[in-house]
């Protein structure tokens, strides 16, 4: 357990003059030096650490030798097990965000990223931060309109619209969905009318929606309504498949297999 | 003829009515028979695959378990459907231990996937299977003048790469064209109209359908076409709504693709549903209705 560290070395020992060796066999010999190689460019060295306290203590005990001009802190590694990142794996093409390279190409491509409270670069660097309670109880995944211009975009091939979809679900299955955005409702309502007919009844679902989040926001969308009942484009009767005992079975063995890949 | 099962989706006995007439109409001049898969259920759309994940892909491979007893392709006109029963497709043929847990949930109905079923987009299958020559050449009403956008919405190109390009499609350019009708320059053509989010997330969605709606206009277009149904409802049903809160005054008509083939073809606009539309098409449609008859 503990952290792995990359230090970035520059030393007034330049290499071929004197004292180089020394100075080279001299952070060889600490025991937070796993392994030290030398470099060329701006420093001399990079030295892959293990810090069993904290990073910043093994680097000041470098600092102490007079010798060292300058030491930058490159990479940090941490083996502190991330559930929550495991979970996001776990889902079909999840795995895919562990190759973001956090540019940013998906944030500039979404065309709802205003609205969102993180954006979905963001996202993604907090799954990668264990940061369960954040990334879930924010609305950036209700409000993304799996539009896929981020997905198409992505030059590592991460599969963002998936990993939102995988949020959502990890959401509800927590009991964390954002009360400030009604998309978790209406998905709940989409998803029962499914369930009970084996198809979407789109005004009996609608109309259960309005009930239960603003029935005022009904009286604003009544004329909506009203054009496509009188286009006959809302039928008034939900259509059941013969099948709905089938839908039924195959959920219910569905929930006994659970989640995941 | 070529045979093909067909997924029609939920909207098409609802909002999308008349993408099912037109659909229904053209199919026989474009020697196509479309056989509705028997007692298929809602492929799940993202609310279920942004509710539970283990039960939305078994939900879908239902529908893939049914369409691959008949051996054949299945073709579906709505985009929302396409790619929710693609991407359920995919990770069942990617990942062998989803497929067996699918498989053990669907064989409590009796039912098994192997895994095998291409699933399609009416309108690839039109451009790929019967082509452009095939359709130009049923043309007997040229839609000569007519300015069309050509609004391909986001999931007919995302994310499954297949018959046009993801961000630029070029196809129903070309089929406005080959109907003599004008494809005018339309830079939001695959943008997002913000989809079922309009219910939740009205001010969200309005914002986006805005945008199209002005991107189209500002090019001179007198009507849009689609082959989504959720593209259509959103921007024909709400247009009232966008220009109430953005104080403009659009007024354009908001066809399915499929529609303005029939138009071409001669079909009588009420097999096409053209009357059913939210926004009237009947100002802009009437010099080519006159010819039809």
């Known amino acids: 357990m503990g952290t792995k560290a990359y230090f970035m070395i520059k030393t007034a020992r330049e290499a071929g003059g004197e004292g180089y060796e020394e100075a080279l066999k001299a952070l060889e010999a600490m025991p937070e030096v796993e392994s030290i190689e030398s470099v060329s460019g701006d420093y001399d060295h990079v030295a892959r650490i293990h810090a069993p306290k904290s990073v910043v203590s093994v680097a000041n005990k470098i600092l102490e030798n007079e010798w060292i001009k300058h030491l930058e802190v490159f990479k940090v590694e941490t083996d502190e097990p991330n559930p929550f990142l495991e979970e996001v794996c776990a889902i079909p093409a999840g795995e895919s965000i562990r190759s973001c390279a956090q540019c940013g190409m998906c944030s500039a491509s979404c065309p709802n990223i205003d609205k969102m409270d993180y954006s979905p670069r963001k996202i993604i660097a907090l799954i990668r931060a264990g940061r369960r309670h954040e990334a879930l109880s924010s609305n950036t995944m209700w409000v993304c309109a799996s539009c896929y211009l981020c997905t198409v975009r992505c030059p590592n091939d991460v599969k963002i619209t998936e990993m939102m979809h995988a949020l959502e679900c990890l959401a509800v299955d927590r009991d964390l969905a954002s009360s400030r955005t009604a998309t978790p409702t209406m998905y709940q309502l989409f998803v029962d009318s499914i369930k009970k007919n084996g198809r979407v009844h789109e005004l009996g679902f609608m109309i259960r929606f309005y009930l239960k989040t603003n029935p005022f926001a009904a009286i604003k969308m009544a004329p909506v309504a009203l054009q496509l009942l009188r286009h006959g484009r809302m039928p008034l009767r939900a259509r059941k498949i013969k099948g709905t005992d089938q839908i039924k079975a195959i959920l219910d063995r569905a929930q006994v297999l659970g989640g995941a890949r | ?263 071409a073809f001669g079909i009588d606009p009420k097999a096409l549903g053209l009357d059913k539309g939210a926004v009237s098409a009947k100002r802009v449609l009437d010099p080519y209705l006159a010819v039809a008859k």
């Open chain 2, 1 to 263: 003829m070529r045979y093909y099962p067909f997924f029609p989706g939920c909207s098409l006995g609802a909002t999308a009515v008349a993408y099912g007439d037109s659909v229904k109409a053209v199919a026989g001049p474009l020697e196509m028979e479309l056989i509705e898969l028997e007692d298929w259920n809602c492929c799940g759309s993202t609310p279920y695959g942004s509710t539970d994940e283990p039960e939305a892909v078994c939900i879908a491979a239902r529908n893939l378990a049914l369409a691959e007893k008949t051996g054949l392709d299945l073709v579906t006109p709505c985009s929302a459907c396409y790619t929710t029963l693609q991407n359920a497709n995919h990770n069942i043929q990617t990942y062998p231990d989803l497929k067996d847990r699918v498989n053990d949930a669907l064989g409590a109905a009796g039912l098994e996937y192997g895994g095998k079923v291409r699933v399609r987009h009416l309108a690839e299958v039109i451009f790929t299977d019967i082509g452009l020559e095939a359709i130009e050449s049923k043309v007997v009403n040229k839609l000569t003048g007519l300015k069309v956008a050509p609004y391909y919405g986001c999931q007919l190109v995302r994310p499954h790469r297949g018959f046009d390009d993801p961000e630029h499609p070029q196809t129903l350019d070309r089929l406005i064209t080959s109907l003599g009708a004008e494809a005018v320059p339309f830079p939001l053509k695959s943008r997002c109209c913000g989809g079922s989010l309009i219910i939740p997330e009205p001010n969200l969605a309005l914002g986006l359908i805005h945008q199209i709606l002005d991107s189209a206009t500002a090019n001179g277009a007198e009507c849009i076409i689609t082959p989504c149904p959720l593209c259509q409802t959103n921007l024909d049903a709400y247009q009232g709504m966008v220009n109430a809160r953005f104080k403009t005054r659009y007024e354009i008509p908001i066809l399915f693709f499929t529609q303005l083939i029939g138009l």
